[in-house]
């Protein structure tokens, strides 16, 4: 499903115009985004769930072959090699919906982005 000209008030509105399969791979790509970076503010932007700590975290969204995951050029980059195998762009990668997420692997860059963001709000002088 293409949200691109809906819009959503909470996480919650988003992801319930999935089906119960879908909601449950964005119900635990959520989880581990709370795990690693509890202090992320939850949001909507671009009509997509939206993690900010001292700016953009990431993004990610449903579509009706793949979750899109929208970690920064830097999260795409530093795992490059490891995100070979699935289709990526400058900022995203794509993973299908008809083979399992790899959550370890979105753990780490999750982690990743923590700490550039984490570096980038101490250089002006946020936490």
Do not use: C, W
Not at 7 to 24: A, G, H, K, R, T
Not at 55 to 71: D, E, M, Q, R, T
Not at 78 to 88: C, P
Request: glycine fraction near 4%; charge should be neutral; avoid cysteine.
């Amino acid at each position: 499903m293409e949200t691109n000209n809906l819009s959503f008030n909470s996480v919650d509105d988003y992801m319930l115009q999935f089906s119960p399969e879908i909601q449950e791979k964005l119900q635990i790509l959520r989880e581990i985004v709370k795990e690693e970076a509890p202090e992320a503010q939850e949001t909507i932007k671009y009509a997509m769930p939206t993690f900010v700590l001292n700016g953009n975290l990431l993004h990610f969204a449903a579509f009706k072959h793949h979750i899109g995951f929208y970690p920064t050029p830097n999260g795409i980059d530093y795992f490059k090699d490891r995100l070979a195998v699935y289709k990526n762009a400058k900022g995203s990668v794509q993973f299908p919906l008809d083979e399992p997420l790899p959550y370890e692997l979105i753990r780490e860059i999750i982690q990743f982005r923590v700490n550039e963001n984490r570096k980038k709000g101490k250089k002006h002088g946020s936490q």
